[in-house]
């Protein structure tokens, strides 16, 4: 094809002159050019969707593709890479939406319902009356063979006969301009929630294109998937009296964070308004499935996983699986859960089935396929096998069993091999290997730089399932682009996602699952399910920030005061209590301990990949708890989470440059090692934990100001107290056990941690008396950081806690945490013997350490795990 120099518009000159914005690169040879016809002029499609944006909307292409870039910074849409180490990459979204026209949608549309319906008529068939295998139109080592058949689920009928509700099919376009199904996604299709996500972002860039050209609506589809899950339940909710006359409850089952879509599933989850849940959230009892939440367990009737078949269920499947559900199959087989789609499904993703799919079209369905599947061999077959080396020199060699062939990548991984040296290997394992002819995808119109380039794309559609039998296509899908310098497509290998328009002639539906207006009555229903592990999640959350805002603070005071008079003085005290906090290992510090040796300790335990209580650890752990409750956090308040952990990640690389062998500057990790004598640059580290201390004091701010107060909140809450009423116990009582309480070294540094200075100061200008002193650290109720108020506080949420859910049953909190009223007063606090020593008010910080320890653990095992303990016996 040509080279084009402009952008060839066939309309007015003012769109002539929009034109000379852009440059054209031509698409690859020998591929079908998705913008331009044979003779370079652009595709209907294109040519309106141009022409609606006109010379203003061009000019503004370049600052569209930063708010997209911006949005998903904002929206922290992500995409978790294995090979990253879990670190999860921006998502990747082109600015061009994929237009399709109205015509062409037609056709897609009819092959993907027959490709739904032909699949999970094949799922039926495998696990039902396995007709396809005794008539030899599928071979049984492919079936049985497959990790995705389970043995467990034959003989399982689910409600309605449908196996499937969401089958996903992978489409590309031929040189000739026709559609090939490339793959098959039955097990847990994903792509759903980015398609949506996309949708939203575009659109709303190319308003005008978008409402003009009649864009079909995805909102529709989502609505159709929720009717289908909710009518398929009806049949496990006859024995459900507590969900009379309401919808089924529906979960959205996931891997968790370090799952490759975590983002989808959370967003998913929040569009359609079902709860998101892990394996760990869920428990078996009597043959139902319930949620863990803060009130107790509550039923479950729909799972909507995106879990693999084999970690579903550690009891009959993956005994190794620590994110599958125990017991779910056994619920499912006793009518009392739909999961979808159903465990087992996944053998028909297997490449090898698209040889055997056209005649299984004919028994089955008595159809001819609409849309024709890439050529295919599957190497178990010697006629097949020997056809493809015949007449094939290169193809994909690609697993005919998911984790097959682990001794080389295969695939999108290697591209195209010769075929003759793989010989010896197929001939060896011949059933393992599936040959596929390579194809040349399409190249879809991408934007960057003022240029119109073009790569190779796959469109992903998706068929929802309505409990009639009938499938509904939803008008878009999941289109993705191939990356730079790469002929195949994957997100995982530098690919890129684009937004899919499906154009129609008539004006399309407004439809949208976004919420409706409310009536009075709607509010008195409403009613947010708060499952234990977002409880946890809560809990920890406010346990990491202060823990990292105590070790923020002594971790100041101590680098400020090494070098001060007081340093010698107060040295073993910093010693401890920097032990204490897991500032330092016990065993990370040289002999002799100096100011020197402890100050390399301190600096070389700073980041997140050294002792499990740095401030770094602590940071990440914030970040991680909150990351798991997103949808509870402001977009502030989630940067400012965000920022803190990755501005000290950045402080920590530049902390420590030394001099290497020929003087020249290099650059040094802040662990390498407690006896490390290399020099590191104070002054920036005092800065960091300077601007982390505002940070963490927002995050706080954030937390009190920014969050809805519900029972979960509480938890938060409580997680902050017994941190904070625990540390400040812990400050006391080592600084009286060293006898620096009545000196002026040991007053500065308790005032400093309870950053109280200016408070005392206002109070008792001048004064250093331990009766004042105490007073404003553990009696005074309106000092936040007071041991006793924050005690006090404490208290009473952990009992609004147990009354909002419902822990009567349970042994009261005041049981575990006596009143502050029997705690001893100030002056027996003040009563030192003959040594000096405060003995009271050693005692008493250690019983509250002890009394906020007891309710942590309480916690834990009445909300989080719905274990009994043994007090919650006694009192039951």
């Known amino acids: ?373 890439v050529a295919t061999w599957w190497c178990g077959e010697k006629a097949a096998r020997e056809h493809a080396f015949a007449h094939l020199d290169e193809a994909l060699i690609v697993p005919t069993w998911p984790l097959a062939a682990r001794d080389a990548p295969l695939g999108v991984e290697q591209g195209k091999q010769r075929l003759g040296a793989w010989r010896e290997r197929i001939e060896a394992a011949p059933g393992s290997y599936t040959i596929q002819q390579a194809q040349r995808f399409s190249c879809t119109p991408r934007y960057e730089d003022g240029t119109l380039g073009a790569r190779p794309s796959v469109l992903r559609a998706y068929a929802i399932a309505d409990v009639n039998g009938g499938w509904h296509v939803m008008p878009g899908g999941f289109t993705r682009m191939a990356g730079e310098r790469r002929s195949t497509v994957s997100m995982q290998y530098g690919g890129s996602s684009v937004d899919t328009w499906v154009l129609s002639s008539q004006p399309t539906s407004t439809f949208t699952l976004l919420p409706s207006p409310m009536q009075p009555a709607d509010l008195a229903r409403k009613h947010r399910t708060v499952s234990s592990r977002a409880a946890e999640n809560l809990f920890w959350a406010g346990r990491y920030g202060e823990r990292a805002e105590n070790n923020v603070r002594l971790l100041r005071f101590i680098l400020g005061s090494l070098e001060g008079n007081d340093a010698e003085a107060m040295f073993a005290t910093l010693v401890e209590l920097a032990l204490h906090c897991g500032l330092v290992q016990p065993g990370d510090m040289s002999a002799p301990h100096t100011p020197q040796a402890f100050e390399r300790a301190l600096v070389a335990n700073l980041s997140e990949s050294t002792g499990a209580a740095s401030i770094g650890q602590n940071l990440s752990c914030q970040a991680r708890s909150n990351g798991e409750v997103r949808g509870r956090l402001s977009n502030d308040h989630w940067r400012t989470i965000l920022a803190s952990r990755n501005d000290f990640r950045d402080a920590l690389q530049t902390l420590m440059p030394v001099a290497g062998s020929n003087g020249a500057p290099q650059q040094a990790q802040p662990n390498g090692g407690a006896n490390d004598t290399r020099r590191y640059d104070r002054v920036t580290l005092m800065n960091a934990l300077e601007r982390l201390s505002v940070q963490l004091s927002a995050i706080s701010g954030a937390q009190g100001d920014r969050m809805t107060r519900d029972e979960a909140w509480r938890l938060l809450f409580a997680g902050r107290h017994i941190e904070r009423v625990s540390a400040m116990s812990a400050f006391v009582r080592i600084v009286a056990e060293k006898g620096q309480l009545a000196t002026p070294a040991g007053f500065d540094l308790l005032l400093q941690l309870f950053d109280s200075t200016l408070t005392y100061r206002a109070l008792y200008p001048g004064r250093f008396e331990v009766p004042a002193l105490l007073d404003l650290l553990v009696i005074e109720p309106t000092n936040p950081r007071g041991i006793y108020g924050v005690y006090d506080r404490l208290r009473k949420k952990l009992d609004e806690i147990a009354v909002a859910a419902g822990s009567a049953r349970h042994r009261p909190f005041a049981e575990l945490m006596p009143p502050t009223a029997s705690l001893p007063a100030l002056a027996s606090l003040c009563e030192a013997d003959s040594n000096g020593a405060y003995a009271a008010l050693i005692s008493v910080c250690d019983q509250i350490g002890s009394f906020a320890g007891a309710a942590a653990h309480e916690i834990s095992a009445r909300y989080f795990s719905h274990a009994s303990t043994v007090a919650s016996q006694v009192w039951s």
């Not at 084009?4 to 769109?15: D, I, R, Y």
């Not at 050019?33 to 203003?56: K, N, V």
């Not at 921006?90 to 026209?101: E, G, K, R």
């Not at 269920?313 to 159903?342: F, H, K």
Request: with cysteine; hydrophobic share 45%.
């Open 1 to 373: 094809m040509a080279f084009q120099s402009t952008f060839p518009f066939e309309a007015s000159a003012a769109h002539a002159d929009a034109s000379s914005l852009l440059r054209l690169v031509p698409a690859h040879e020998g591929h079908w050019d998705e913008l331009r016809d044979a003779s370079g002029a652009l595709r209907e499609p294109w040519r309106q969707f141009f022409e609606r944006l006109g010379e203003d909307g061009i000019a503004r292409l370049e600052g569209h593709r930063a708010s997209v870039a911006q949005q998903i910074r904002d929206n922290d849409i992500s995409y978790n890479v294995y090979a990253d180490n879990g670190e999860p990459r921006a998502w990747a979204l082109d600015l061009l939406p994929f237009l399709i026209s109205e015509a062409e949608w037609a056709q897609i549309e009819r092959g993907v319902t027959q490709r739904a319906h032909l699949l999970n008529a094949v799922v039926a068939d495998i696990y039902g009356p396995q007709t396809l295998l005794q008539r030899g139109q599928l071979p049984p080592a492919l079936v049985f063979g497959h990790p995705g058949y389970l043995r467990s689920v034959k003989g399982y009928a689910p409600p309605g006969g449908q196996f499937l509700q969401v089958v996903a099919v992978d489409l590309a376009r031929a040189p000739n301009g026709d559609w090939t199904v490339m793959a098959h996604r039955t097990e847990a299709p994903s792509g759903l929630g980015y398609a949506l996500e996309n949708r939203l972002i575009v659109s709303s860039l190319f308003a005008d294109p978008f409402r003009a050209m009649h864009v079909s609506r995805l909102a529709p589809s989502y609505s159709q998937l929720i009717s289908t899950l909710v009518q398929a339940a009806q049949a496990t909710m006859s024995d459900d009296p507590s969900r009379a006359d309401r919808s089924p409850h529906i979960a959205l089952l996931t891997p968790g964070p370090f799952s490759e879509t975590y983002f989808e599933h959370v967003f998913l989850a929040r569009y359609l308004g079902v709860t998101l849940v892990e394996g760990k959230d869920l428990t078996v009892r009597d043959d139902m499935l319930y949620l863990k939440t803060l009130a107790g367990l509550e039923r479950v009737h729909v799972v909507l996983r995106r879990l693999d078949d084999a970690f579903c269920d550690p009891v009959e499947l993956r005994a190794d699986s620590t994110i599958g559900v125990p017991g779910l199959l056994q619920v499912m087989r006793a009518g009392n859960v739909v999961v979808s789609n159903v465990p087992g499904a996944g053998f028909v993703e297997s490449p090898a089935l698209h040889g055997f799919l056209p005649g299984i079209a004919e028994v089955l369905l008595d159809e001819d396929l609409v849309l024709p599947s």
